[in-house]
């Protein structure tokens, strides 16, 4: 009898702790999904935050790029000016010969066409920009040239790369059409040439970023290479870690974390880094061809 009673009382006691443990587990989890949802969030708000600050770069870039055509074209202006006062002195003075006279409208032609081709390249910069801009903004995908799209992405960073004397190649097929997600596109390639130009030539006189595509095997290899310091063997798997910077002071460590996601998240791809101390850093993403 004493046993029985022992033992149902056991049997209580356990049914009781279970039932705690029961709910605390069940609390437990809901805290758990509470903090994976904040998590999610600040996730999703990094990324934003990202984005924001990749489309500053972008104005910037373009603003600065902007100001060289659009300075070169009011100088154009004065000297324009200048040539159209002498002109019109000489005329009115009745003085001016005609091998003179012609000179001085060679030298008129000669301003206007400055002029004109710096109009022209300060608004193809702002087209660009404004497709870049408007892509990374609304993303949905569209067929776009692979080759002139990069074109214009490099275009847009130009003013970066000319300032740090480093030369960008550009080599693919010029007239490969692709249905792909432009915005991404545009975000994954910025990563990297900014990557390269920050990270990549401290001490490197000729440095160089190699940009290439090709299809293989139904997928489009997209390789970003550039010849500079490279990475440590035990430091390139780390690259692609949330925060893992080695400029603590300049860099958030997100860029190419946020690359992993873009290339395997949104584009259904593989990246992969390859580096060499002292020559050469290369990222292949590989997208499947839809
Ligand atoms: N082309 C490169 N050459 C050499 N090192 C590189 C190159 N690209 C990336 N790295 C290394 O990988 C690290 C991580 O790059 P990531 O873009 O994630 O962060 P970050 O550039 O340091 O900061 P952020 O991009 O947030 O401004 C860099 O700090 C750098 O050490
Ligand atoms: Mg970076």
């Known amino acids: 009898m004493g046993l029985f009673a022992d033992f149902g009382k056991a049997r209580d006691e356990l049914e009781e702790k279970v ?48 100001n060289t055509p659009l300075g070169i074209a009011v100088t154009g202006a004065s000297n324009l000016e200048h040539s159209a006062q002498l002109i019109k002195k000489a005329v009115e003075s009745g003085k001016i010969r005609r091998t003179a006279f012609v000179n001085q409208c060679n030298s008129l032609i000669g301003s206007s066409d400055i002029i004109l081709r710096n109009l022209e390249r300060a608004s193809e910069l702002l087209r660009n920009f404004q497709r870049i801009a408007v892509d990374q903004s609304n993303d949905e995908k569209r067929t776009i040239n692979f080759f002139k799209y990069l074109n214009d992405i490099i275009s847009t960073l130009s003013s970066r790369v000319s300032e740090k004397n480093i030369k960008i190649f ?71 870690e949330p925060f893992y910077t080695t400029q603590r002071q300049k860099g958030s460590g997100l860029g190419l974390s946020i690359l992993y996601n873009l290339v395997t998240q949104s ?21 499947p061809l839809d």
């Open 19 to 66: 039932e705690e443990r029961t709910k605390e587990l069940s609390q437990t989890y809901k805290k758990l999904a509470v903090a994976f949802e904040s998590l999610k969030s600040t996730q999703d708000q990094l990324v934003e935050s990202e984005k924001m600050a990749a489309l500053g770069n972008l104005v910037a870039g373009v603003a600065h790029e902007i």
């Open 170 to 240: 550009l080599s693919g097929d010029e007239t490969l059409p692709l249905l792909t997600s432009p915005g991404t596109i545009a975000q994954i390639v910025t990563i990297l040439i900014d990557n390269a130009l920050t990270h990549a030539f401290k001490e490197i006189i000729n440095g160089q970023i190699k940009i290439s595509f090709k299809v293989q095997n139904e997928m489009l290899m997209l390789t970003v290479q550039d010849n500079g310091c490279g990475i440590e063997v035990g430091k390139i798997e780390k690259v692609f």
């Open 267 to 287: 584009l259904n791809g593989k990246v992969t880094c390859f580096s060499t101390v002292d020559e050469s850093t290369q990222f292949v993403i590989a997208l």
